[in-house]
C-alpha cells in the first residue's frame, strides 16, 4: 500500500544522545515535511523540503537538521536530544507545497 | 505570519446530534484552506480542503466546511454525528505569500457520547 513510512514507532532515549527519524515515501511527492504535535499547539513544522536536494526552515528548527538526498527519503536528525524535544514527530509528503498533505503515524519520542 | 484559532480545544456531542468546529485565521490575500482528522494513535488524515471556486465543500462522510473571506474562518460542520466522529480535527492554512507551508490550529477533540 503506498504512502509514509516512519520509524521507529517510539522510542526513548537519553538527553545528550544522537537520534535520526526516519521517513521514507513511495508515492514519488516532490515535497516532504516534519512537523511536531504537542497537546494545544496543533502540529508545527519543524523543516521541510519542497524538492529532492533542497530543505527550508520551518517554525521551530533549532536542534534539527534534515538532508533530502532523494525523492523518498527525509530523515530528521536530533544531534544532541533535551527533554524539550519529547514529542509526537509526523513526517508529511505532498505532490506540491499547495497539494493537500499525507500523513505518517508518527514517531512517539521521549527524552528523559 | 500566518496564525490558525481552533476556539474550542473539545467539543463533548451527543450521538445524531449537529455540531460545528470553529476555526479562524489571521488576515491574508490568498489562502488554501483545509481540515485533518486525526484518530488516536495515528497521522493526520484529509478531511476537506477548499483551494478555488464554491466556498461550501464537503467531505464523503457528511462534513462541510465554508470559506468566509471577509470573516476569515473556515467552521466545519456535520448536521448528525457518529460515534466513529470521534477524534480530533485540526484546521490547517496554506499562505501562498508564505511559500504554501502548511500552518495548523491547535486542534479541536470531538468526544461524541452514546
Redesign the interface.
Known amino acids: 500500500i503506498a504512502g509514509i513510512t516512519q520509524a521507529p514507532t517510539s522510542q526513548i532515549l537519553a538527553a545528550g544522545r544522537r537520534m535520526t527519524l526516519r521517513c521514507t515515501q513511495d508515492m514519488r511527492h516532490n515535497a516532504m515535511y516534519w512537523y511536531r504535535q504537542d497537546l494545544g499547539l496543533g502540529l508545527r513544522l519543524i523543516h521541510y523540503s519542497n524538492t529532492a536536494g533542497t530543505t527550508g526552515k520551518g517554525e521551530v528548527p533549532d536542534g534539527y537538521s534534515v538532508s533530502r538526498a532523494n525523492t523518498d527519503d527525509f530523515p530528521l536528525t536530533l544531534a544532541s536530544a533535551v527533554p524539550s524535544q519529547t514529542s509526537v514527530y509526523f513526517c508529511a509528503s505532498s505532490v506540491g507545497p499547495e497539494q493537500p498533505q499525507h500523513f505518517g503515524d508518527g514517531t512517539r519520542l521521549s527524552i528523559l | 505570519a500566518q496564525s ?1 484559532t ?1 476556539l474550542d ?1 473539545q467539543v463533548p456531542v451527543f450521538e445524531e446530534a449537529p455540531v460545528e468546529l470553529r476555526c479562524n485565521y489571521s488576515s491574508s490575500v490568498s489562502v ?1 484552506l ?1 481540515w ?1 482528522v486525526q484518530y488516536p ?6 478531511l476537506l ?1 477548499y ?1 478555488s471556486g464554491s466556498t461550501l465543500v464537503e467531505s464523503i462522510n457528511g462534513f462541510e466546511a465554508e470559506f468566509n473571506k471577509s470573516q476569515t474562518s473556515f467552521h466545519l460542520r456535520k448536521p448528525s454525528v457518529h460515534i466513529s466522529d470521534t477524534a480530533e480535527y ?1 484546521c490547517a492554512v ?1 499562505d ?1 505569500a508564505a ?9 479541536t477533540r470531538v468526544l461524541v457520547k452514546p
Open positions: 490558525v481552533q480545544s488554501y483545509f485533518y494513535n495515528q497521522g493526520l488524515q484529509l480542503k483551494l485540526f496554506s501562498k511559500g504554501n507551508k502548511l500552518t495548523f490550529g491547535g486542534g
